[in-house]
């Protein structure tokens, strides 16, 4: 999530992994994803291409459980892994120095997802006699440097007649764009952050040129040193004919940082905060005293960019959820064993069937935990105004301590207990304390109405 903020787009991998022998999801950085810019989305892309590093124990490891074929020939030693500009520039800023060893050297591979029609294998139409060649999704993997076709195999479901295309890859996006990758805050910041750098560096430069200073001196003075700088309280003797030194000696006139640069680098970084948290300078602004239905009107109107950011993601994971789910409902084995607090149960591939929804249980519509709490109080203080009897005010409460991630609330909030028989006088005493009361047939209920309502009706119990 800190790099989709910051590139734009960030992508996960669902694949089933023969090694471990269950589905993995990896993340996949934008640099090594190749996707056409004017696609709208992976399912309708023609083709993409995942740019894969292997060592030469990892390809050995793969080629034995069948996912690639090496050629009789070979293809060659594995080369130096070089970096690309994007890494290059990401080490130099985190101070990050790679050494590579020989054991480093990999494979660098290009896995294809592309539609190809192939002889023999895809099928032809013939509509009003002309004949049309239908595609099929295939997933290629060539290696870069001898450009050998190492694997080639089928990307739809065994029994899928329609062939469908599967789709590996989930796209999270930040901000949509107007091409296929999204924006992060370096698209949406960075002229700012860059004005910012060139502003900040001209005061520090000011700053440096107005404390040590330099200039000129006539071609006739001479000091008598041997080029050290002068400490604080030294004096030095200078050979000179003029008498004055001020007239032998100009210093530079070098200004003081100037301080209308100082307020237009304020101003630049408050811009570019306020765009960055919304939410904060809303808060910030607003006035203490207003209504607190304002001051949620403002919260939601502030938060509606983020809200769509996670509308988003929140879709997303939902794909990969899916996918996760569509792997184990091929591979997974019947009645696998599993262990949830201490009792153990069974779950099978029809458990992940076409049928079955799997939905994250997130709420997209709710951007911070505080929004969240913020409706649940609005839910109590609306149950506790009502007439009593409308609303059910423990399942409420129940709600509120879920919301505020308290993890005892059933000790916190004992289960009801159902009303019992009792005297009026009990009655009584179990209702001023809150427990349920209730008529029971065989009671005596005269008695029973007579003393509630002489209680009722006494000004000093009664109230």
């Known amino acids: 999530l800190l790099y989709i903020s910051l590139i734009g787009s960030g992508f996960k991998k669902t694949y089933y992994n023969t090694h471990l022998e269950r589905p993995c999801s990896e993340f996949v950085t934008a640099d090594q994803f190749v996707v056409p810019n004017n696609s709208c989305d992976l399912h309708r892309a023609d083709r993409y291409t995942h740019i894969l590093s292997k060592t030469d124990d990892q390809l050995e490891a793969d080629c034995a459980a069948g996912l690639y074929e090496i050629p009789e020939n070979g293809l060659g030693a594995p080369a130096e892994a070089k970096s690309t500009d994007f890494q290059k520039k990401t080490n130099e800023l985190m101070g990050v120095t790679i050494s590579l060893t020989a054991r480093d050297r990999a494979y660098t591979l290009y896995e294809q997802h592309i539609m190809l029609f192939i002889e023999g294998l895809d099928e032809v139409v013939k509509v009003d006699g002309r004949k049309y060649k239908l595609a ?11 450009k050998k076709l190492i694997g080639l195999r089928r990307n739809w479901k065994q029994d899928d007649k329609k062939r ?33 750098t060139a502003s900040l560096r001209s005061l520090v430069d000011a700053g440096q040129f107005a404390n040590l200073q330099g200039g000129f001196k006539l071609k006739g003075v001479r000091i008598l040193d041997d080029g050290s700088p002068i400490h604080p309280g030294q004096f030095k003797d200078l050979e000179c004919a003029v008498q004055d030194i001020n007239k032998a000696l100009m210093v530079m006139p070098f200004k003081e940082p100037s301080s209308v640069l100082y307020q237009m680098l ?42 769509a950011i996670h509308k988003r993601l929140h879709n997303s994971l939902k794909q990969e959820l899916r996918n996760i789910a569509d792997i184990n409902s091929e591979t997974l084995a019947d009645d696998t064993a599993y262990n949830i607090e201490n009792q153990t149960m069974a779950i099978s591939r029809k458990d992940y069937g076409p049928a079955v929804a799997v939905t994250p249980v997130s709420d997209p519509n709710i951007s911070s935990s505080a929004h969240r709490m913020a409706k649940a109080q609005a839910l109590l203080a609306v149950a506790q105004q009502a007439p009593p009897g409308m609303y059910d005010l423990r399942e409420i409460n129940r709600h509120v301590l879920i919301n505020m991630d308290y993890a005892n609330i059933d000790k916190v909030l004992p289960p009801p207990t159902d009303a019992q028989p009792q005297d009026p006088l009990t009655d009584i005493q179990s209702a001023s304390a809150g427990k349920p009361i209730k008529a029971f047939p065989g009671q005596d209920h005269k008695s029973h109405i007579a003393i509630k309502q002489a209680f009722m009706q006494d000004p000093m119990s009664g109230q």
């Open 136 to 146: 099929s999704p295939y997933i290629l993997t060539v290696d870069s440097v001898s």
């Open 266 to 307: 304020e101003f630049l970084d408050r811009k570019g905060q306020q765009f960055a948290d919304s939410t904060e300078q809303v808060v910030a602004d607003s006035a203490n005293y207003g209504p607190v239905g304002t001051t949620m009107a403002l919260l939601e109107a502030s938060a509606k960019f983020f809200s």
């Open 164 to 196: 469908k295309k599967k789709v590996q890859f989930v796209h999270y996006c930040f901000v949509p764009s107007f091409n296929f990758y999204g924006f992060g805050f370096l698209h949406l910041l960075g002229n700012l952050q860059l004005s910012l």
